[in-house]
Nanobody, 122 residues
């Protein structure tokens, strides 16, 4: 089954950092874009950042700009999300998925993983 496997979440205090990993299982993401998403309790899932596997082109939502950094290791079929200066409002389940392009829209992604929980205490 083609899907992503996310890891790296945990419980941290405000101001601390986490590095999330997203590894493709059952397929390779060569030539496609990988997006990170998050869903907080009682809220809809929202896009956070995406990266194009070919040239590293990235897009960030306003909530992620300046604090989060998305990167990829094509050899490992893995995408990372470095999150610095975490805030309580970043608390959510973070997951990733793949699409053909990286842009400011967040529809049409596939191969969702189970996600990894990030909890930020104040």
């Amino acid at each position: 089954e083609a899907q992503f496997v996310e890891s790296g979440g945990g419980l941290v205090q405000a101001g601390e950092s986490l590095r999330l990993s997203c590894t493709a299982s059952g397929f390779t993401f060569d030539g496609r874009a990988i997006g990170w998403f998050r869903q907080a309790p009682g809220k809809e899932r929202e896009g956070v950042a995406c990266i194009l596997s070919t040239d590293g082109y990235t897009v960030y939502t306003d909530s992620a700009k300046g604090r989060f950094n998305i990167s990829r290791d094509n050899a490992k079929n893995t995408v990372y999300l470095q999150m610095d200066n975490l805030k309580p409002e970043d608390t959510a389940v973070y997951s990733c998925a793949v699409r053909a392009w990286c842009g400011t829209s967040w529809w049409g992604y596939a191969y969702w993983g189970q996600g990894t929980q990030v909890t930020v205490s104040s």
